[in-house]
């Protein structure tokens, strides 16, 4: 390491990285740069994509299960730096996107960039042009009005909703992409129903009793007001309220029961002037109110009735898991942190030295509904993340639910967890020394309509091979089924769906 001690760090980790990425360097060599250099696997989980492109992947350890047919399709923040310009926050970064696919065994991955307006414009011109969610764009030269050039960058989940692939970014409407190519087609209104002030959520959800969905947005400028939709099957959105805000609060997931739709707001909001100044990006203009109550809002799904609100201590919440409604009381699951160190996380992930998360709890909450009162709130686990469940029983009840467990906080290993909420346990999968997991998506398995029965597929990364791989386990026993290497090292990004026929 000798020949490297006049770098920073930051600058010795870029050299690996793009020497990683040009394939010059041998992947245990960057490995042990890498970790040389002490950066946490979360990082090199999620650093620049190492290469775009159409595989068939043949190393496969064990046998992928020859019913599972269909496609995991994920998207992420594809790099960390922009034209020498390092992005700071987790959140950061193009979208990159990538469609695992399984027919009869055999698996293949595409996986690419999308060409979105704005990451064409940079690339033509190699510089960085727009501020990135936690990171400032440089000076640009006279007749650049910097202030209000933000990306639209759906690198946070996909969807497939009225025969439309859906890149969301909460940054700004819905990117139609074409499934084929995984290429950029337009953003999308929902024939016109979706107003241009209004940005829409990474994660609505879907009813699957009356198949319509669910979505909502922080309405901008004059008159802030959480806008909550029902997208309604001929794919338009039918306003259902329009709640006024006295802050552009940040709120990055819902629930859905039988009846009712269900917000848990933290105390988050961006300083608005602040972040208008174009002196700082806008996730430094968000702020954590400690003092501030965590906001309960409970919706009728029929747009009827006044709100519910109830108020809670301060916490931080990114997702919630299911929602149910049983004996005039409404259960829900949400994850709460007590405080908003996960923010400041998130925001410096590219420090050298990762900040420490306190650690949040899968949270059982029910309330009261003809009282409009919260009746218990129960802690279930630690340090969990990313839940999923299975969407066939999304707003009644399911008995699992699967999480990410940390080990220790957002940088380190992450593993995988299934809790059974009845039974108040969980069974836990810590990944090997070197590794670790994303989120992970159920799938029923064909002709099967018992909770569990099917298959966890969750995307992981070996530093040692310096490559990510798909892990696929029966969701039942949590037994390993298949790992398939992807050959490549690309980013583990947050959430992703799997649907049967998407074009390939
Ligand atoms: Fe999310």
């Given amino acids: 390491m000798n020949h490297f001690s006049g770098m920073t760090r930051r600058e010795f980790a870029r050299l690996i990285g793009t020497a990683s990425a040009l394939g010059v360097l041998e992947p245990q060599l960057v490995t042990m740069a890498l970790a040389d250099n002490k950066r946490s696997l979360n990082y090199l989980a999620n650093r620049t994509a190492g290469a775009e492109g159409n595989w068939e992947l043949k190393k496969i350890e064990g046998k992928v299960p020859k019913a599972l047919n269909g496609t995991l399709i994920r998207t992420a923040p594809g790099q960390k730096e922009t034209f020498g310009v390092p992005l700071q926050h987790l959140f950061d ?8 696919t399984f027919r009869e065994g055999k698996v293949s991955l595409q996986a690419r960039f999308l060409d979105t ?9 190699k510089r960085m042009l727009y501020n990135e969610v936690g990171t400032l764009a440089p000076s640009l030269p006279e007749g650049y009005n910097r202030k209000y050039r933000g990306k639209n960058q759906p690198s946070v989940n996909i969807i497939r909703w009225d025969g439309r ?14 499934p084929n190519t995984l290429g950029y087609k337009s953003e999308w209104n929902f024939y016109g129903t ?6 829409f959520t990474a994660h609505p959800k879907f009813d699957p009793v009356t198949g319509e969905g669910y979505a909502y947005g922080i309405k901008r400028g004059m008159g802030l007001a959480l806008t909550v939709f029902r997208m309604e099957k001929d794919g338009k959105l039918k306003q259902l309220y329009s709640l006024p805000q006295p802050q552009y609060f940040m709120v990055h997931d819902m629930l859905l029961s039988k009846d009712h739709l269900i917000f848990v707001m933290p105390p988050v909001w961006v300083e608005v002037a602040k972040a208008m100044s174009g002196k700082v990006a806008p996730f430094q203009a968000l702020r954590f109110g400690d003092e501030m109550p965590t906001k309960i809002v409970i919706l009728r799904k029929d747009g009827t009735g006044k709100p519910i609100t109830i108020n809670q201590p301060a916490n931080m919440v990114f997702h919630n898991g299911n929602a149910f409604e049983k004996d005039g009381k409404l259960q829900f699951d949400s994850i709460l942190s007590p405080d908003g160190s996960v923010l400041k996380a998130v925001g410096s992930f590219d420090a050298a030295e990762p900040v420490k998360t306190t650690p949040n709890h899968l949270t059982r909450l029910t309330v009261d509904l003809a009282k409009g009162e919260l009746v218990s709130r129960n802690e279930l686990e630690a340090e969990v993340e990313f839940p999923r469940f299975d969407e066939r029983l999304g707003g009644t009840e399911a008995r699992y639910l699967y999480t990410g467990g940390f080990n220790g906080g957002l940088s380190e290993a992450t593993a995988i967890v299934k809790h059974d909420l009845h039974r108040r346990t969980s069974k836990k999968i810590q990944p090997a020394k070197g590794r670790t997991y994303a989120e ?9 309509i018992s909770e569990d029965q099917g298959w966890l597929l969750t995307l992981g990364y070996d530093a040692n091979q310096d490559q990510t791989f798909l892990e696929i386990r029966d969701a039942a026993t949590m037994d390993f089924q298949a790992r398939v290497w992807a050959g490549i090292h690309y980013p583990l990004g947050f959430h992703g769906n799997f649907y049967a026929n998407v074009p390939s």
């Fill in 117 to 125: 307006p704005q990451r064409v414009e940079e690339q033509q011109q």
């Fill in 165 to 178: 692939y859906l890149g969301l970014s909460e940054g700004g409407p819905p990117v139609e992409i074409d």
């Fill in 440 to 448: 992970s998506v159920f799938v029923p398995q064909p002709g099967k």
């Fill in 194 to 199: 979706l107003p241009g002030d209004v940005p």
């Fill in 93 to 100: 970064g193009d979208a990159y996107l990538s469609k695992l």
